[in-house]
């Protein structure tokens, strides 16, 4: 399915379940599903072995996906997010080591550029395979890479798809959400 979805106008403030943490999204007519518990989110996280980066977890507990069965998850619930290796392994292949080639990589330099100036096609291969699958959308993948975290454990996101010479890349889940 190659849909574009416009994230922005769902999530026009940051910091939604912070203050409005008794708002039900279900409601909404956007396809935002009932929130997570807190429970739910510690048994993802249980399950992974590692802490959410804040904007995501906080998604989460605003709602629980976006979407459902019959469409598809754009964004998944915390019940069928995991790392990339393991649900998704032919794109790891693909993307990990190019016609089965050894991982490319970039340096800093070219790298840690987002926004305007960045070029997508400066991935870092050996990054792909610890990725954790958030959610789909315009034939690629909503990803969270746990390998590049800001000082405030916000973990690096990209948009991956097989049109793109390689990863659309944010700072965090919530600036790559406001870009979608």
Not at 75 to 81: D, E, I, Q, S
Not at 153 to 165: G, I, K, R, V
């Amino acid at each position: 399915m190659s849909t574009q979805y416009e994230w922005s106008g769902l999530f026009s403030v940051k910091g939604l379940v912070a203050q409005n943490p008794d708002r039900s999204p279900s409601d909404s007519g956007h396809g935002l599903r009932p929130p997570a518990s807190e429970s739910e989110v510690g048994q993802l996280e249980d399950r992974l072995g590692t802490s959410l980066p804040p904007s995501y977890r906080q998604f989460l507990l605003f709602a629980n996906g976006w979407g459902d069965e019959e469409f598809g998850y754009p964004l998944l619930p915390a019940a069928k997010v995991g790392w990339l290796r393991d649900l998704e392994p032919e794109v790891v292949e693909v993307w990990s080591s190019p016609q089965g080639a050894k991982p490319w990589s970039v340096p800093d330099e070219l790298y840690f550029v987002y926004g305007a100036e960045q070029d997508c096609i400066n991935l870092r291969g050996e990054y792909v395979p610890d990725t954790l699958l958030v959610g789909y959308g315009d034939d690629g993948e909503y990803l969270l890479n746990p390998h590049v975290k800001t000082s405030d454990s916000e973990w690096e996101a990209w948009f991956l798809a097989p049109w793109l010479p390689g990863a659309d890349r944010h700072r965090s889940f919530w600036d790559l959400m406001k870009t979608q």
